[in-house]
């Protein structure tokens, strides 16, 4: 069979270092936007069915009841479970302050010792769900740049060549010139994904986050009152993900 002469695989065994590089890298950035995808992406699907667990943990007639059921809902080599870290860190917020009255932190309200304290796990598991995602933004924003800088260094080569050997035809033209940008077309497969996967898994984290905040509101009037309250109005401010 006769082999392209204007295909990628001519493309690889015509191109020089740079080029080769620039492909390497190119295809490097695609596998880990991939791998972060795919990663982010179950987690984020398990996540949200955790937190359709955390409204049945209301229902529970017992707050070890309400851990079981949170805790039911993943496995134990599953990631994180946030809405059950938020329940450990409160109850065992309201139990250290009761315990520890003598400490600095005694003479705060029990109110605003909750506050910090559930404050606190939801910027955790926030740190937790934003793993990977500034190697989705950085491919999203520089991979057309590096398929770009391909191009023109291939566009370059490619002209050269032409004016050593002397013949101008389009034949010899098109050729080089349409191999280079195909460097060009390879940044855009690698950049498109990696900003379509961050933006959907940035959508995903909001809602989830969402629906911590919410549940620390109902935690926090739960250790004050004994009761979750029927608004589910945040409270507990959440500093914004960047």
Request: hydrophobic content about 50%.
């Amino acid at each position: 069979m006769q082999e392209n002469p204007y295909g990628i695989a001519a493309l690889w065994a015509q191109g020089d270092f740079v080029i080769k590089a620039v492909a390497v890298m190119l295809l490097l950035m695609s596998v880990a936007s991939w791998t972060v995808i795919v990663i982010r992406a179950i987690s984020l699907w398990r996540l949200k069915r955790i937190s359709r667990a955390s409204n049945d943990f209301w229902h529970a007639h017992s707050f070890a009841e309400g851990l079981r059921i949170l805790s039911s809902a993943d496995s134990a080599t599953g990631p994180m479970n946030p809405f059950r870290y938020m329940a450990d860190e409160g109850q065992a917020a309201l139990e250290h302050h009761q315990s520890h009255q003598q400490d600095l932190h005694g003479n705060l309200p029990l109110t605003e010792w909750l506050v910090s304290c559930l404050r606190g796990a939801i910027d955790e598991s926030a740190e937790q769900m934003q793993k990977g995602l500034a190697i989705l933004a950085s491919v999203g924003s520089t991979a057309p740049f590096v398929g770009l800088f391909g191009t023109v260094w291939g566009i370059y080569h490619a002209l050269v060549g032409i004016g050593v050997s002397g013949q101008a035809s389009i034949d010899k033209v098109a050729g080089p010139v349409g191999e280079a940008l195909i460097m060009t077309a390879f940044g855009l497969a690698v950049a498109i994904p990696a900003v379509l996967g961050y933006n959907a898994l940035q959508r995903g984290n909001k809602e989830v986050l969402n629906k911590m905040q919410r549940f620390a509101h109902q935690l926090h009037a739960y250790f004050l009152t004994g009761a979750a309250p029927k608004s589910s109005r945040v409270v507990v401010p959440l500093k914004e993900a960047k």
